[in-house]
C-alpha cells in the first residue's frame, strides 16, 4: 500500500522557516523521483519543488526559487522541504508525491503551513 505521511507544518511568522517531512512507503521509494505540492484555499494544487530519484536534480517553481530547498533521505524513504524567509502567500496545505505513480490516487493528508503575524 503506497502511502505518503507529512508533517512539520505549522504557524510561522513572516520572515521564518520550517522544514517538513514526507514519510513515503509501499513502493520503491529511491528508485521515483519526488515533487513537493502546495495547496491554498481556493486555489488548485501547484507544483512547488521537485527532486529527481538520486537527488542529483533539483528543480523549483519561480516563486519559492531561493527560499526553499528539497532533499531526500532514501535509506529513510524520507523526502525534505525547507523553507525559509517564509511569506503570508506561502500559506497553503503542503503534500508530496512521486509524479511517476498513477495520478491522484495515492494523496496524503497534507501539512498545513500558515504564515501569518
Known amino acids: 500500500q503506497v502511502q505518503f505521511v507529512e508533517s512539520g507544518g505549522g504557524l510561522v511568522q513572516p520572515g521564518g522557516s520550517l522544514r517538513l517531512s514526507c514519510a513515503a512507503s509501499?513502493?520503491?521509494?529511491?528508485?521515483?523521483?519526488m515533487r513537493w505540492y502546495r495547496q491554498a484555499p481556493g486555489k488548485e494544487r501547484e507544483r512547488v519543488a521537485f527532486?529527481?530519484?538520486?537527488?542529483?536534480?533539483?528543480t523549483y517553481a519561480d516563486s519559492v526559487k531561493g527560499r526553499f530547498t528539497i532533499s531526500r533521505d532514501n535509506p529513510k524513504n524520507t523526502v525534505y522541504l525547507q523553507m525559509n524567509s517564509l511569506k503570508p502567500e506561502d500559506t497553503a496545505v503542503y503534500y508530496c508525491?512521486?509524479?511517476?505513480?498513477?495520478?491522484?490516487?495515492?494523496w496524503g493528508q497534507g501539512t498545513q503551513v500558515t504564515v501569518s503575524s
Open positions: 508525491y512521486a509524479p511517476s505513480l498513477p495520478a491522484d490516487k495515492y
Open positions: 509501499g513502493f520503491a521509494f529511491s528508485s521515483y523521483a
Open positions: 527532486i529527481s530519484s538520486s537527488g542529483g536534480t533539483t
